[in-house]
């Protein structure tokens, strides 16, 4: 008998589609979708304004994250030790603690931020890995976002190398490591509808 499944994590690269398939797993199974919303969930748990949240996500750049110690409620900055410094590393912490918290609240999607390492102490987790040829994900960036080619191809080269880097740097393994992942999809060899067709089949299978 397979494991019982009750979250779907999804990695993916720029322009692959996994918000789209997080859409269409969350509608076609009725379950909370979480991918820009585990922002929102940080902002209300901590008081940091979303926005500064967003210039932070996923990234390994020189933002200067201790900085967001002064957009902590006086409470909360009172409740830190006074040498504690809020780096990126206390943002990846609140990030895991907030992927854990709505995974314990029921069935869900998660769409990024390291969701399937967060949540690796568990074993009704299904992670999957969406992946697509750079010219196809091009395309499909100025298509559906109205993006010029130059614009299109800047933008996946900067997150791809963001993400991995990520990656790597919060787990120690390869952002497209197949050992990490139940399943990998190449987008561009079957459409999202199938792909979700399929994880729907899986996670009902598994059940």
């Given amino acids: 008998m397979g494991k019982r499944i009750h979250v779907i994590t999804i990695s993916r690269q720029y322009g692959a589609g ?19 919303q585990i922002l929102s969930e940080m902002s209300r748990g ?10 932070a996500d996923e990234r390994m750049d ?7 110690m002064e957009f902590l409620p006086r409470e909360e900055r009172g409740a ?10 206390t943002l990846y912490t609140i990030q895991e603690n907030t992927i854990r918290g709505l995974a314990e609240k029921g069935p869900c999607v998660f769409v990024g931020r390291l969701a399937d390492h967060a949540l690796r102490q ?20 100025m298509r559906q976002e109205g993006m010029s080619r130059d614009e299109a191809v800047r933008r996946m080269r900067r997150i791809d190398r963001e993400r991995r ?5 919060y787990t120690g393994r390869e952002w497209d ?3 990490r992942y139940d399943l990998m999809f190449n987008s561009s060899s079957l459409k999202l509808e199938t792909i979700a067709d399929i994880l729907c089949r899986e996670v009902t299978a598994e059940s």
């Avoid at 901590?46 to 210039?55: D, K, P, Q, S, Y």
């Avoid at 830190?80 to 590393?89: I, N, S």
């Fill in 177 to 179: 490591d197949c050992s």
């Fill in 18 to 36: 996994g918000a789209q398939l997080g859409s269409l797993l969350s509608e076609r199974l009725g379950i909370p979708l979480y991918n820009h």
């Fill in 122 to 141: 568990r074993d009704d987790v299904f992670a999957v890995f969406l992946y697509a040829p750079k010219d196809w994900r091009v395309l499909r960036l």
């Fill in 62 to 68: 020189n933002f200067q994250s201790n900085r967001l």
């Fill in 165 to 169: 880097s990520y990656c790597k740097y």
């Fill in 46 to 55: 901590t008081g940091i304004r979303e926005n500064i949240l967003r210039a």
């Fill in 80 to 89: 830190l030790e006074a040498d504690t410094v809020f780096d990126r590393k």
